[in-house]
């Protein structure tokens, strides 16, 4: 089982906080322009070896943009892995898509209550049941590239981070072999 954050006392390399210190966590995920894109609150459950674990149970809300609550209809745990350009999501039955990964700037921690990403549109997602992922929003990411004049740096590592998230999935290679189990295991439980 992974240890829960509560009680350790550590910094996330250099942020300068205390990652225990909230139990909210302020989720937001920004287009490259900085325009708001998906957000929502989900509850801290620890940190491993992969990054910070959050979760939200089924009945929850999400937002894209400023618009209206959109219901969350399973519960599912959130990781956001230190220095990397991606983020994913692992999603309780019965959603058919049991892992969905985002191609991201690396998440920086603002403070303990809020995590903030750039989101570069390529996502990389799992059905439940099946082996191989698929890539997805290739054509929306050829096109905010020159719609918001992506650096070349940001595209460089935004296709490798792509490639390499398709070959881990793939392999089975964690996080995304299981390690995601026991934290969603512990929020599915608070949402019975």
Request: glycine share 8%.
């Amino acid at each position: 089982m992974p240890e829960p954050v509560r009680g350790r006392r550590r910094a996330v390399r250099g942020r300068g906080y205390d990652p225990a210190m909230a139990d909210l966590v302020r989720v937001i995920y920004r287009k490259y322009d900085g325009t708001l894109h998906w957000n929502s609150t989900m509850r801290r459950l620890g940190e491993d070896e992969h990054g910070v674990w959050l979760g939200q149970p089924a009945g929850g809300t999400t937002r894209k943009g400023t618009g209206p609550p959109v219901p969350v209809e399973c519960a599912h745990v959130a990781l956001f892995p230190r220095d990397a350009w991606w983020t994913a999501e692992f999603n309780a039955p019965p959603r058919r898509t049991d892992l969905y990964a985002d191609v991201t700037t690396p998440p920086r921690w603002r403070s303990a209550a809020e995590v903030t990403m750039v989101d570069l549109d390529l996502d990389v997602a799992r059905r439940r049941g099946e082996r191989e992922p698929r890539l997805l929003d290739e054509d929306e990411f050829a096109e905010h590239r020159v719609r918001y004049g992506y650096a070349a740096e940001t595209v460089a590592r935004a296709t490798e981070s792509a490639a390499w998230l398709l070959a881990a999935v793939a392999e089975g290679r964690e996080p995304f072999a299981g390690a995601h189990r026991a934290w969603l295991a512990r929020v599915a439980r608070a949402s019975d």
